[in-house]
């Protein structure tokens, strides 16, 4: 079982030196991975409603709190660690433009040293959100799988070329290319929809809290129906509150489970401060050595 620190760029560590500390003790206590969410802006007052909450909002002072730039933000801890590899959960895809979040995202795993990045990305729910960046909202996923697909062609080949209903480009080169040349796509969405998408295209699916009934059997079809192994797509999930209850993931084929360091998404935090991830690491990653 892996473990991932999610929810790593909010409160507190949204600021530098927080921010270190915190990757830093998630290396050290076993973590093998950490992970920010994104929102470019909030609107206030926005009218979408809010898929973790029964309220349909954010909540919890998050519609006005600091959320940094996944990607900048994971740039600055890159450099003051090795090995921790580098999540998005997630990133909203269909905002990006996907030549330059290609550039971004090789760029970071090439200074990184390489197999760092996690690009976990998702297509988003505040239409207010899109509409604030000049973006449509209504078609959002097909032009996801389109920038999927056109990002991995940019990851892999010397000379890229790629024709689509959204983007296009004819012979480019984009460097630096990932030391690997490839880029592990993380589909997140606890929603049927995101489940097929994950099947489809992604190197990895991670609902936001446990999967509902059937969401991981979804994934699996859509797997089997476009000709991919189903068990080659790695499984992410929540950590539960008990961590008793993680062999019995394991056993399911579950491999990370993600522990909250800030409340969001209707879950409190598991661990808050480094010193808990630390003893989180003696107590429980230890044991799954």
């Known amino acids: 079982m892996k473990f991932g620190l999610r929810y790593a760029s909010l409160g507190r560590y949204s600021n530098g030196p927080a921010a270190v500390e915190l990757a830093q003790a998630a290396e ?4 093998e991975s950490i992970w920010t969410v994104e929102h470019v802006v909030v609107p206030n007052r926005y009218q979408s409603r809010y ?45 990006r433009n996907p030549v330059v979040t290609a550039k971004a995202v090789a760029t970071l795993d090439h200074l990184a040293g390489g197999g760092r990045v996690l690009l976990g990305i998702g297509v988003g729910w505040l239409a207010e959100e899109f509409a604030a960046l000049g973006l449509p909202f209504a078609d959002r996923g097909p032009r996801t799988d389109e920038y999927v697909a056109a990002m991995r062609v940019l990851s892999s080949q010397e000379c890229a070329t790629f024709k689509g209903r959204f983007i296009s480009f004819d012979q480019v080169f984009c460097r630096p290319l990932p030391p690997e040349r490839h880029i ?6 606890d929603t049927p929809a995101a489940a097929r998408r994950a099947g489809r295209l992604g190197d990895g699916y991670f609902p936001a809290r446990t999967p509902l009934p059937g969401l991981l059997d979804e994934m699996r079809r859509a797997a089997e129906t476009a000709g991919r192994d189903p068990k080659a797509i790695e499984i992410t999930v929540a950590a539960p509150a008990d961590p008793a209850e993680i ?26 401060t480094p010193d808990d991830v630390l003893r989180y690491g003696k107590d429980v990653i230890a044991r799954f050595r």
Do not use: C, H, N
């Open 184 to 189: 592990p796509i993380i589909v997140g969405g």
């Open 247 to 272: 062999e019995g993931l394991a056993r399911q084929g579950i491999a990370r489970v993600a522990v909250p360091v800030s409340a969001a998404a209707g879950l409190p935090a598991q661990v808050k």
């Open 28 to 31: 050290a206590a076993g973590f």
């Open 51 to 95: 898929p973790y909450s029964p309220s349909g909002r954010m909540g919890s002072g998050l519609e006005d709190y600091p959320i940094p730039d996944p990607l900048i933000w994971l740039a600055y801890v890159a450099s003051a660690t090795r090995t921790i590899k580098l999540g998005t959960a997630i990133l909203i895809l269909p905002q």
